[in-house]
């Protein structure tokens, strides 16, 4: 495939310059999931919606769970898997089977905050083996008898339903979740959801030529991606990561500072498009001295090959 140019000759395109039709192509469409249906249906919904466009959404929802449920549109559906190292945040109702005092559920909350261990449910599709989680703050908000509203932050992956099953054991009453509602997944939040219904509706006005409404509802994929650390390539490298090369210290153009060796980082074209998502191998102060060998290892591309013409391989 030949990289397109522009009109000056550059390559690629900014994803705010991104029409409608390539949005469709590329684009993450926050979806606030009602209760009843499994988010495989949503999917399968939003898909008909958008004409039987390939899409996949990012972190399973139970029926009777509501809220953000990020739905990736054709070549973004690959980029959902970076949800995977962000933390999600829930509201939820749960109850004691006995009466527990307002004091000993702060400190039970308390209690379960930090490094936890976690079964899956026995009904979940992997396999049941201890689990280590990673719960970042959890938050009683109002408390009336033996009811429990309360907000949680966690590492993706969390079994709230167990958590609260967890904690009525520890208070020796029992418990267990009534209601949750997901209202953040990574850097999308529940502000940023619109309805099936509402969808529907942009749909139906695009089809009328008034994309604005639809527009507002699909967000370019990098708006995930910029949720790590972002190392922008020189245009040179481009094309090497999109076939699968590992990034080389010579092909970055920049990076900030705070990459830590081991951890994830976003590999971004120069016009802020998403390339790829990579495990760093060397620390901000290591690329910014050393002069040649491999920064980054590349996990998942999302760029198609060609974008960008190839040239010769740096080392």
């Known amino acids: 495939m030949a990289a397109q140019q522009d009109a000056e000759g550059r390559y690629g395109k900014a994803p705010s310059s991104r029409t409608v039709e390539e949005l469709?192509?590329?684009?993450?469409?926050?979806?606030?999931?009602?209760?009843?249906?499994?988010?495989?249906?949503?999917?399968?919904?939003?898909?008909?919606?958008?004409?039987?466009r390939k899409v996949g959404h990012g972190g399973t929802l139970d029926p009777a769970v509501t809220g953000v449920l990020p739905v990736g549109i054709g070549l973004s559906v690959r980029a959902l898997?970076?949800?995977?190292f962000l933390?999600?945040?829930?509201?939820?109702?749960?109850?004691?089977?006995?009466?527990?005092?307002?004091?000993?559920?702060?400190?039970?909350?308390?209690?379960f905050t930090g490094r936890i261990y976690q079964f899956p449910p026995v009904r979940s599709a992997v396999r049941r083996e201890r689990r280590i989680r990673q719960i970042h703050s959890l938050e009683l908000l109002e408390m009336s008898g033996r009811m429990?509203?309360?907000?949680?932050?966690?590492?993706?992956?969390?079994?709230?339903?167990?958590?609260?099953?967890?904690?009525?054991?520890?208070?020796?009453?029992?418990?267990?979740?009534?209601?949750?509602?997901?209202?953040?997944?990574?850097?999308?939040?529940?502000?940023?959801?619109?309805t099936l219904q509402g969808l529907e509706d942009a749909v139906h006005y695009l089809s009328e030529g008034q994309p604005a409404k639809l527009l507002s509802a699909v967000r370019?994929?990098?708006?995930?991606?910029?949720?790590?650390?972002?190392?922008?390539?020189?245009?040179s490298a481009v094309d090497s990561i999109c076939h699968g090369a590992n990034l080389t210290?010579?092909?970055?153009?920049s990076a900030p500072s705070g990459i830590k060796r081991g951890g994830v980082v976003s590999l971004m074209s120069t016009k802020g498009e998403g390339i790829a998502l990579a495990n760093a191998l060397m620390s901000s102060e290591m690329i910014d001295n050393t002069a040649s060998g491999?920064?980054?290892?590349?996990?998942?591309?999302?760029?198609?090959?060609?974008?960008?013409?190839?040239?010769?391989?740096q080392k």
């Open 81 to 84: 898997d970076a949800l995977h």
């Open 148 to 194: 429990v509203l309360f907000r949680v932050k966690c590492e993706a992956g969390t079994y709230i339903r167990t958590l609260c099953r967890d904690i009525g054991e520890a208070s020796g009453a029992g418990g267990q979740m009534i209601e949750l509602r997901r209202t953040r997944s990574g850097p999308y939040t529940e502000s940023m959801a619109v």
């Open 294 to 313: 491999i920064a980054c290892d590349t996990m998942r591309v999302f760029m198609k090959p060609g974008t960008y013409p190839r040239f010769v391989k």
């Open 24 to 52: 469709l192509d590329t684009g993450i469409i926050v979806i606030d999931k009602p209760s009843g249906p499994t988010s495989h249906q949503v999917s399968a919904w939003v898909s008909k919606m958008l004409g039987g």
């Open 220 to 235: 370019p994929f990098e708006t995930l991606l910029q949720s790590f650390p972002m190392v922008v390539l020189k245009d």
């Open 249 to 253: 210290v010579k092909g970055i153009a």
């Open 87 to 111: 933390p999600k945040e829930y509201t939820g109702v749960m109850r004691f089977h006995a009466d527990v005092g307002r004091n000993e559920v702060t400190a039970l909350f308390s209690e």
